[in-house]
């Protein structure tokens, strides 16, 4: 078993979980402006890490022994897309050592439900199922129109341009990644969010073309701390699309501890 850890700064600790395809390293834009001892490991299945299951529960256990590992206290996670995910389980199921959190663009049931206006853009059970079937047969193919629906702009940002992520995203064992897929396309934590009872920010990329910019309100509504922030400009990755907003968030999230 192996946890490829990125590791930027020093002063309070700050742990970055990345989203789905890419890896820790993707952090790189906002830890390096964060006065904070930043880590962020790469997920199972994803980059150098080997060892835990590539789904839900391999990525929570993963987080749980990064934590116990390092001995953290009062740490600050950020999660991104399936990042938030993951650390919105762990919090929920009673996990320790976090004592605030942010999430970017991310929602807790990713597919659709009867009265559930916070799914992933375009997508049902048919379709996530159709989805992972390409990622195992058409890697390559698939990676291009992921990478794209990244960002605002298709062809990216400054800090990453969708054909960078492309090749980051191809980089990736695709068996892992539709294994993964199925299994964040099959979570609901709906009724978690309530029991999130640390500080918790929500921000959401205007122009998103993966998930509704509301959805931030709706965790800002439903869970007992919660806050949420909309930045123009940016699609699904606003921590590459707009690092700047991001950090100073991320920072005044530490200024209020």
């Avoid at 834009?29 to 391999?58: E, Q």
Wanted: include cysteine; proline fraction near 8%.
């Amino acid at each position: 078993m192996r946890v490829r850890l990125h590791r930027w700064g020093a002063g309070p600790p700050v742990i970055f979980l990345h989203g789905w395809t890419m890896t820790g390293a993707i952090w790189a834009p906002v830890a390096g402006r964060l006065g904070a001892a930043s880590l962020a490991p790469d997920l199972p299945g994803h980059g150098g890490t080997t060892g835990h299951a590539p789904d839900m529960a391999g990525g929570v256990s993963l987080l749980r022994d990064l934590i116990q590992a390092e001995g953290l206290h009062d740490a600050t996670l950020v999660g991104w897309s399936l990042g938030a995910l993951i650390g919105w389980r762990y919090l929920a199921q009673g996990g320790t050592g976090i004592a605030r959190m942010v999430s970017l663009d991310m929602s807790p049931r990713p597919l659709p439900a009867p009265g559930w206006d916070f799914a992933m853009r375009g997508q049902n059970a048919d379709k996530a199922a159709r989805g992972a079937a390409r990622f195992r047969s058409d890697w390559p193919g698939a990676a291009r129109a992921i990478a794209q629906g990244m960002f605002a702009d298709p062809e990216g940002c400054a800090a990453l341009t969708a054909i960078e992520a492309e090749r980051l995203i191809r980089a990736q064992d695709p068996m892992a990644m539709a294994a993964f897929w199925d299994s964040l396309t099959a979570e609901d934590l709906r009724d978690a969010i309530p029991a999130i009872t640390v500080p918790l920010l929500a921000i959401h990329g205007a122009q998103s073309r993966v998930y509704p910019p509301a959805t931030g309100a709706w965790i800002a509504r439903t869970a007992p701390e919660g806050q949420a922030r909309v930045l123009a400009g940016c699609g699904h990755a606003p921590h590459l699309e707009d690092p700047d907003a991001v950090a100073a968030a991320i920072q005044n999230v530490l200024a209020s501890a």
